[in-house]
């Protein structure tokens, strides 16, 4: 194929991976930018590959602080992203920097979410199942929420006394505002299941 291989950002280097990501100006302004000292990270003779496992290493450096160490991952990805954009659609993205700092943020605050629910999960997960009373059926239920596509699926079980299942399933809930929602939604569920089934 006889394709030109010269950074069309620049015009002064072909474009390979290590130009596209730290030696176009662009890409040295937005790492200028981001308080990282790139040229002390990236020796001239680093390729990108050993730049990434030497990020990858810094994870288990508790020194460092975890936004820190979280910042560069999204830089490269917005400057690949930029590049892209420039190339196919003549879009010029600025501020990269300002954007990757809000990702990085986003990214923190999500899995600070996440954990607190995965940590009452396995709080709930250890209580031990009460047994209903003798001429009862008990239902339990509950609900999964995804974060990032916001839609939620429930599931629910009817046990008698002897832990034997009387009915169980799942079902999509679709579209959920928030994991609240999700566990009411799952909770209409399971209400309607036992009306299905005639039982008071």
């Given at each position: 194929?006889?394709?030109?291989?010269?950074?069309?950002?620049?015009?002064?280097?072909?474009?390979?991976?290590?130009?596209?990501?730290?030696?176009?100006?662009?890409a040295?302004?937005?790492?200028?930018?981001?308080?990282?000292?790139?040229?002390?990270?990236?020796?001239?003779?680093?390729t990108?590959?050993?730049?990434?496992?030497?990020?990858?290493?810094?994870?288990?450096?508790?020194?460092?602080?975890?936004?820190?160490?979280?910042?560069?991952?999204?830089?490269?990805?917005?400057?690949?992203?930029?590049?892209?954009?420039?190339?196919?659609?003549?879009?010029?993205?600025?501020?990269?920097?300002?954007?990757?700092?809000?990702?990085?943020?986003?990214?923190?605050?999500?899995?600070?979410?996440?954990?607190?629910?995965?940590?009452?999960?396995?709080?709930?997960?250890?209580?031990?199942?009460?047994?209903?009373?003798?001429?009862?059926?008990?239902?339990?239920?509950?609900?999964?929420?995804?974060?990032?596509?916001?839609?939620?699926?429930?599931?629910?079980?009817?046990c008698?006394?002897?832990?034997?299942?009387?009915?169980?399933?799942?079902?999509?809930?679709?579209?959920?505002?928030?994991?609240?929602?999700a566990?009411?939604?799952?909770?209409?569920?399971?209400?309607q299941?036992?009306?299905?089934r005639?039982?008071?």
């Amino acid at each position: 194929m006889n394709l030109d291989p010269i950074c069309p950002r620049c015009f002064k280097a072909d474009e390979t991976i290590e130009h596209i990501l730290f030696q176009c100006i662009h890409a040295k302004e937005v790492w200028e930018l981001s308080n990282i000292p790139i040229h002390l990270l990236l020796p001239a003779t680093f390729t990108s590959e050993q730049f990434i496992a030497m990020l990858l290493d810094s994870i288990y450096d508790s020194d460092i602080p975890s936004i820190t160490k979280q910042l560069p991952f999204w830089i490269l990805w917005h400057i690949w992203k930029s590049r892209n954009n420039f190339t196919f659609n003549s879009i010029q993205d600025k501020p990269i920097t300002v954007r990757a700092k809000g990702d990085v943020a986003d990214w923190n605050n999500h899995n600070s979410q996440t954990n607190y629910h995965q940590t009452q999960s396995s709080h709930n997960s250890n209580q031990k199942w009460n047994r209903p009373t003798t001429t009862s059926l008990k239902c339990n239920y509950d609900a999964a929420y995804d974060h990032i596509t916001s839609k939620a699926k429930a599931g629910w079980i009817l046990c008698d006394k002897n832990g034997i299942s009387n009915g169980w399933g799942a079902m999509a809930l679709g579209i959920t505002t928030s994991p609240l929602e999700a566990e009411a939604k799952a909770l209409l569920t399971a209400l309607q299941q036992r009306w299905i089934r005639g039982i008071n």
